[in-house]
Structure formats: structure tokens, C-alpha cells
Nanobody
Framework: QVQLVESGGGSVQTGRSLTLSCVAS????????MAWFRQAPDKEREGVAF????????NVDASVKARFRIFRDDFKNTISLYMTNLEPEDTAMYYC?????????????????WGRGTQVTVFT
């Protein structure tokens, strides 16, 4: 049974940074594609960043590319999302997701495994 546990969320002021982490268990991590999604109230869940199984396969959505980075550590079964210069528009529940290799980067239905989420709130 795959389990994903997120941590690192919080309430921060505009312009600050946060790092989210997700630890995976129950899967061969090195063979699992990982991603971060977020969902704001009354909005669709959207993909934020993706880490493929090969080290060069990393993607950050264009909307946050200048401010967010994703890291993957196969020894610790962990992915992290480093977020800088946070804006109120970044306020959302952030979810870690995992899947076997393959599929469109941020198609929600291709990810069978999800964490419970960690809340990020950015205030002015």
C-alpha cells in the first residue's frame, strides 16, 4: 500500500519562502513518478511540479516556474517543493501524488496515489 505524507505547510507573509516535503512508502520509489498539485477553494486541482524517474526529468508549471523548484531524493524516498517569493495567489492545499511511469504530466486521473495534503496560506 502506497502512502504519501506531506509536511512543511504553514501561514506566511507575502514574499516569504516555504519548503514542502513528501515522504513515500510502499512503492519502489526509484520507479515512481512524483508530482505536486495544489487546490485552492472553489478551484480545480492543478499541477505545480513534476519529478520523473530520471534525474533530468523535472518540470515546474510555467505559472510558478520563476519561484518554485522541485527536488527528488531517491535515497530518502522524498520529494520537496521549494517555494520562494510567495504570493496570496499561492494559498491552497498542496498535495503530493505518485504514479507508475507514463501519462500526461499533470493529468490528475493518472495518479492513483495521493497524500492528504498540507495547507499553505500566504497573507499580505
Amino acid at each position: 500500500q502506497v502512502q504519501l505524507v506531506e509536511s512543511g505547510g504553514g501561514s506566511v507573509q507575502t514574499g516569504r519562502s516555504l519548503t514542502l516535503s513528501c515522504v513515500a512508502s510502499g512503492t519502489t520509489f526509484s520507479e515512481t513518478e512524483m508530482a505536486w498539485f495544489r487546490q485552492a477553494p472553489d478551484k480545480e486541482r492543478e499541477g505545480v511540479a513534476f519529478a520523473g524517474i530520471r534525474s533530468e526529468v523535472r518540470n515546474v508549471d510555467a505559472s510558478v516556474k520563476a519561484r518554485f523548484r522541485i527536488f527528488r531524493d531517491d535515497f530518502k524516498n522524498t520529494i520537496s517543493l521549494y517555494m520562494t517569493n510567495l504570493e496570496p495567489e499561492d494559498t491552497a492545499m498542496y498535495y503530493c501524488a505518485a504514479r507508475p511511469p507514463g501519462g500526461s504530466l499533470y493529468r490528475v486521473s493518472t495518479y492513483p496515489w495521493w497524500g492528504r495534503g498540507t495547507q499553505v496560506t500566504v497573507f499580505t
